[in-house]
Structure formats: structure tokens, C-alpha cells
């Protein structure tokens, strides 16, 4: 399966001093490098990338991996890394049931590989970090698409590098449609992806990259752009809300303290609809909502707030124009949405701890990846509670916690019950500094092999914060 040369030293950061992270946290004392003046140019969606070919099991895309340019900021050309010569990259609208195989391209000078975030895929198409496509070669990825409905993302996920494609560019939306005529959700235009991320432009209008450089990102991009616009009629709008950040959290709001109704989360649909006035992503997580603008008239403006910005770059990061008169609407919100399975009693309760070692790096169960190690061994079709604690307490180091191939139920965090937004599907959980999340994972995919779980915060990953379980028939 891995055919990265020597495995890249295995993952292992050991005997490096590694720079202490809490800079996450900080915000940069120099502020934003570059300005721009808010909402004054309109909200670019990702252009749906079509089938190249439908065949009578699938349909079949073309992605290639390439350097590019994007106008960030007006007027300037910032030089990035593009799936198709797009920044973000483009949204494949996949159908439930109906297979998609994805053929990428790397024309870069490193390797590469694509993870389908939040995909039920074998094996061999799961992205793993070390089954990466080479310098001038291509692969092929199957995704049966067999799983429930929802709002997936793709991304980089060579080791080692993940940190740096990401931010630089390599992610873009994985749509899986519902296809029941019975759900008349805000569809069509409607029906609104947004891939929020952070950046920082040196003077030159270049990216600047480093690790742990999450103080100096103090712009954030919606769809690949600073501050943008949108125009909304008076209607329900369905908004994907995905964290497509290195490390930075967002704790979205709306600035006339309406509400959002929550659909979904990381894997799809939710049981029934829910009510928040504030909806909080940390890195790679989603939430499917609906906004309705109906009761505003013409001329309303109303923002997009994250209210842990330290700049207003970061922080009013994008408006809604309310224009026309009432619209008429058929989009329903019905009572109930999708099925929630029962919770399984569990068989195995494994412990997991994330912490950091200066010397060794970030670390799960007290080790770094190892390629060659696998850490749990799981029986395809049973359920297994996870205990996961953060024990940077004296940092105070956020991590996350993502799985491949399955979602799971947040059971708790610290004692007190996930809320209903929150307990199922799930594929990524933050475990703030000091904390114990419980997660019940039942192992239902037809698929077995070895599949990684790591942090998502991508430059701990990057820097050995994974592990590996084996999934046995």
C-alpha cells in the first residue's frame, strides 16, 4: 500500500526542539499585512466540476495538481497551489448510490495525495499520507458514495506536507446530494458551499508560510477571498459552512442576532432541525444550515460575524445584500430529517491521549507516528468507546481528533452531554487543553484495512500527531 520512499523517516520528529506552539493562539502584534476594503466585491462559489465521462456505474472526473495564481486580494496575483487551476478547488457534486472515481493529476515537484474527509472509501482510496501519487503521475480514487448524504471536503494528505498544501490552496468541496424529492430543501442557487480559511500575505502579496504560524493569519477567506458580498434574495438560503483552516476555530454568528437552523453536521443530515443563534467550527468541521431572509427588506445588510476575530480581517468576514421583493419559496424545513441510529452498546473502551513533548513532538498514547506500528486493532461491526484528554494543560494546546472512514456519536465532554448538534454524525471532535471528549465509534463500513486517525489541526499532523488502526474482517 505505502509507497513513499523510506516513509519519510517514519513520521518521527524525534531529538528535534521543536518551537513551542502557543503562538496559535496569539494575535500578531504587527496586525494584517495587507487590507481590503470590506464587502465591496461579490462572493465567488466554486465552479462544479462536470464529469469528463458517465459510464453505467459511475461518473468520472479529472483533477490535476498544479501551481497557480489567485486574487486574494484585489488587483494582486498571490501564487498558490490549485486543484484544476482553481483556489479553492472545484466542488464535485456527487449522488447517493451512484459511484464517483476521481483521477488526479500531480504536476507538482512533491508528492501528493487526496483524503475524501468525512468518505466511506476502501483502502486504496482513502488518501492515506503515505499512499501518495508521485511527481508526474496520476491515480485513480473510487468513492461508492454509499453513505449518508452530506458535506464532504477533499484536501492534501502527503506527510509531512499536508500543513503546508492546504494552506497554500490543495482543498475543495465533496457534495453527496440527498435525492429525496420528500426533502424540498433551499437548493440550486440557494444552496450557497462556504470554505472558510485563514491566511497571512507577506508585503509582496505572497502567502507566508510556517508552522504554527496560525498568530500571523489574521485575514480570513471565504471561498478564497477576503470580505466578500453576497446577494440574497427574500428566501431561505441553505449555507455549507465548512472550516477549511489550518488551526483556527470559528464561532460564527449573525450581526442582527437572527438564527440559523441547523440541518447537519460533519456527515450529514441531523435527526431533526435545531435552532442556534451561534455556530462554533474548529478545523475541518461542518455545519449545514439555512438563514431566511424573507422578513427583511430590500437594502438590509446583514454580517457574517466570527466572533473570536482578532482584526476585523478575521472577524466581519462576510456580508449578506438582501435585494428584490419577496420571492416566492418552496423550500420546506420539515420536522425530522434524516435517521439517527440507535446507540450500540460498546465492547472495547480504548483510551486515547494527545499531548505534546518538546523533544519528541506531538504525540498520541505518548508516541509518535509510526508507519510500521499499528495501534488498534478493530473488528469490522463492532462499537467501541473512545475516552480522548488533551494533557496540554500547561501549554494550553487545542487539539481535534479525526477519524477515516467512520462517523461516530459525541456522548460528552468533561461530563456533560454533546448537544444534539453535536452528538451524531461526526468525523472530527475538539478536545480543548485539559479536556476528556467521549466519542461511541461503531465500525459499520463494509471496508476493512488500515486507516489513520489523527489531529486535525494540520501542522500537529504534520508533525507526527497520528496514529493507525487496523480493521480485521
Known amino acids: 500500500m505505502f509507497n513513499r520512499r523510506d516513509a519519510l523517516k517514519f513520521g518521527a520528529v524525534g531529538g528535534v526542539v521543536l518551537a513551542v506552539p502557543t503562538e496559535q493562539l496569539l494575535t500578531s502584534a504587527l496586525g494584517p499585512s495587507w487590507t481590503v476594503t470590506p464587502f465591496a466585491r461579490d462572493l465567488p462559489v466554486p465552479q462544479v466540476l462536470r464529469p469528463h465521462a458517465v459510464g453505467p456505474d459511475a461518473d468520472h472526473y479529472r483533477l490535476t495538481v498544479a501551481e497557480g495564481t489567485a486574487e486574494i486580494v484585489p488587483g494582486v496575483r498571490t501564487r498558490v497551489l490549485t486543484y484544476n487551476g482553481q483556489f479553492p478547488g472545484p466542488t464535485i457534486m456527487a449522488r447517493q448510490g451512484r459511484a464517483a472515481r476521481v483521477t488526479v493529476e500531480n504536476t507538482l515537484g512533491v508528492q501528493t495525495s487526496v483524503h475524501l474527509h468525512g468518505g466511506n472509501v476502501a483502502q486504496d482510496s482513502d488518501g492515506h499520507p503515505l499512499d501518495a501519487i508521485d511527481p508526474g503521475r496520476s491515480r485513480t480514487y473510487h468513492y461508492p458514495n454509499s453513505q449518508r448524504p452530506g458535506t464532504l471536503w477533499y484536501h492534501d494528505h502527503a506527510h509531512h506536507l499536508e500543513a503546508e ?88 454568528r449573525l450581526s442582527n442576532g437572527a438564527q440559523f437552523t441547523q440541518l447537519g453536521s ?178 459499520d463500513s463494509r471496508h476493512t484495512g488500515i486507516y489513520p486517525f489523527h489531529c486535525h489541526f494540520l501542522d500537529h499532523s504534520s508533525l507526527a500527531m497520528m496514529a493507525q488502526l487496523r480493521i480485521v474482517a
Open 266 to 443: 460533519d456527515g450529514g443530515l441531523l435527526g431533526r432541525p435545531v435552532q442556534r443563534s451561534e455556530i462554533t467550527l474548529w478545523a475541518a468541521e461542518r455545519a449545514d444550515v439555512v438563514v431566511d431572509f424573507a422578513p427583511y427588506a430590500e437594502g438590509t445588510q446583514i454580517v457574517l460575524e466570527n466572533a473570536d476575530g482578532e482584526a476585523d480581517s478575521a472577524t466581519r468576514v462576510l456580508r449578506f445584500d438582501v435585494v428584490g421583493h419577496p420571492e416566492r419559496d418552496d423550500s420546506v424545513i420539515p420536522e425530522t430529517l434524516a435517521a439517527v441510529p440507535a446507540p450500540r452498546t460498546p465492547t472495547v473502551t480504548r483510551k486515547v491521549l494527545l499531548s505534546f513533548d518538546p523533544l519528541a513532538g506531538f504525540l498520541i498514547n505518548g508516541k509518535a507516528y509510526d508507519p510500521q506500528r499499528i495501534d488498534f486493532t478493530v473488528k469490522r461491526g463492532t462499537t467501541e468507546l473512545w475516552e480522548i484528554t488533551n494533557l496540554d494543560t500547561l501549554l494550553q494546546v487545542p487539539h481535534s481528533l479525526h477519524l477515516h472512514l467512520v462517523q461516530f456519536r459525541v456522548l460528552d465532554r468533561d461530563g456533560v452531554r454533546a448537544p444534539e448538534w453535536e452528538a451524531y454524525p461526526k468525523d472530527t471532535v475538539a478536545v480543548p487543553p485539559g479536556s476528556t471528549v467521549r466519542i461511541l465509534v461503531t465500525f
Open 165 to 252: 498544501h492546504v494552506y497554500r490552496g490543495l482543498s475543495g468541496l465533496y457534495l453527496i446530494d440527498e435525492g429525496w424529492p420528500s426533502l424540498r430543501l433551499p437548493s440550486g442557487a440557494h444552496d450557497v458551499p462556504l470554505l472558510f480559511r485563514d491566511a497571512d500575505l507577506t508585503g509582496d502579496g505572497e502567502l507566508r508560510w510556517e508552522l504554527f504560524g496560525q498568530g500571523g493569519r489574521t485575514m480570513v477567506l471565504v471561498n478564497g477571498v477576503a470580505q466578500p458580498r453576497l446577494k440574497v434574495r427574500r428566501r431561505r438560503y441553505r449555507l455549507r459552512l465548512v472550516n477549511g483552516a489550518n488551526e483556527r476555530p470559528f464561532r460564527f
